[in-house]
């Protein structure tokens, strides 16, 4: 049996993927979860074999567990389900040693196989953003990626600057950088375009 721990935030959606994979006589959801604390911890208490996980949850994202896990050096193969088809989602998920990423979209057939080719040890990605994923480079520093999340949420540079502790020049710094390299015209633009490429 393949032992598999599912997290999505949609309840209903949820329910559908563990009904649907709980039909395979080879896959058992062991556990559920709909944040990615509560994913680390069932997979912490359930040690499945394959964690399935949508990238955006409250609190922790999918990528976040999946970072986590790998820093942990925990075994449990991660494989993304996401409706996101953005190669900067993909080139993160691969830096953090996911397994798999694949799009909601696909069939329940595919998602099955997936699953399956992940506990056998291969990585699978979802044919159209294996090439999108060399579309686009993420060109944005860890820093610069930081402060752009604050603008997102609307904050101001002086905000940004006293929950970062940085000088309010140093994070118009950083943000006239980003924006330069995002071909940007504003701070807002810049935080738009980078969450649409999944730079964020």
Known sequence: MIRVVLAEDQTMVLGAFAALLDLQPDLDVVATATTGD????????????????????????????????????????????????????????LDAGVSGYVLKDAPIGDLVTALRKVHAGERVVAPELAMAAWDHTDPLTDRERELLREVATGASNAEIAGRLHLAEGTVRNYLSAAMAKLGAQSRSHAARVAGERGWL
Not at 69 to 84: A, E
Request: aromatic share 4%.
């Open 38 to 93: 509560e994913a680390l911890a069932a997979v912490a208490e359930h040690r499945p074999d394959v964690l399935l996980t949508d990238i955006e949850m409250p609190g922790r994202t999918g990528l976040d567990v999946a970072v986590e896990l790998h820093k942990r050096g925990d075994r449990t193969r991660v494989l993304i389900v996401t409706t996101f088809a953005r190669s900067g989602y993909l080139r993160r998920a």
